[in-house]
Structures are given as structure tokens and as C-alpha cells.
């Protein structure tokens, strides 16, 4: 299985951006999707997960700006990012656990199996 992203780019502080993570095989049942991101010189930390019981879970910081969603028509997680920071920037991770769904430990990367090479997201002020 694979994940590419894809969507990012350069934007200014409040700017908006809608990345897109691409699955190769259909995804059912219990699994987690997840975005994650890393900033240089900091630790990877998620930012939002979905389940596949319609579970969401988002970082406290990005809420009411961010918002995961799905497709499986077409075997895709999207991530739109409204609002924008200077401190959303980072590279972001497509990353799925396709066997258990996110539960109370959603934000441990060591949850995910899979992982994408990532889409790197740069917000100036």
C-alpha cells in the first residue's frame, strides 16, 4: 500500500490550503487516516486523524481551522487548512493504520504503519 500527498505550497498568514492524500487500494472497515507534520528542528506532532466510524480528532490548535475528510470512491483523505499560521508550517504526513481504528492514543506515530513521503506547507506573514 501507498500514500502520496499532494497540495501544498506557499501561502500567506490566513491563506488556505487543501492537501490530498492518494491510497492505493481501497481502505473499509476499521482503520485510522491520519495527517501529521513536522516543522524543522521540532518533532512530528498530528494534526488530525478519521476513523472508520467517522471518528475525527484534530490538535487543539488547529481546530475550527482545519478539517480531515474522506473519500472512498476515491480512495482519498483530504486535509482543508483555513486560517493559516506562520507556525502551520511544516512538512505534513499522510500516514494509516489500516487494521484498528484511531482511538484514545490517535496523536502516537507509532500507531501508523503506512506513511507517505509528504507535501511540504509554508505559511509567511
Known amino acids: 500500500v501507498q500514500l502520496v500527498e499532494s497540495g501544498g505550497g506557499s501561502v500567506q498568514s490566513e491563506g488556505s490550503l487543501r492537501l490530498s492524500c492518494q491510497v492505493s487500494r481501497r481502505f473499509y472497515g476499521d482503520y485510522c487516516m491520519g495527517w501529521f507534520r513536522q516543522a524543522p528542528g521540532k518533532e512530528r506532532e498530528a494534526v488530525a486523524t478519521?476513523?472508520?466510524?467517522?471518528?475525527?480528532n484534530y490538535r487543539d490548535s488547529v481546530k475550527d481551522r482545519f478539517t480531515i475528510s474522506e473519500d472512498k470512491s476515491q480512495n482519498t483523505v483530504s486535509l482543508q487548512m483555513n486560517g493559516l499560521k506562520p507556525e502551520d508550517t511544516g512538512m505534513y504526513y499522510c500516514?494509516?493504520?489500516?487494521?484498528?481504528?484511531?482511538?484514545?492514543?490517535?496523536?502516537?506515530?507509532?500507531?501508523?504503519?503506512?506513511w507517505g513521503r509528504g507535501t511540504q506547507v509554508t505559511v509567511s506573514s
Open positions: 478519521i476513523d472508520g466510524v467517522g471518528n475525527i
Open positions: 500516514a494509516s493504520n489500516l487494521v484498528f481504528r484511531c482511538g484514545a492514543d490517535w496523536s502516537r506515530s507509532a500507531r501508523f504503519g503506512l
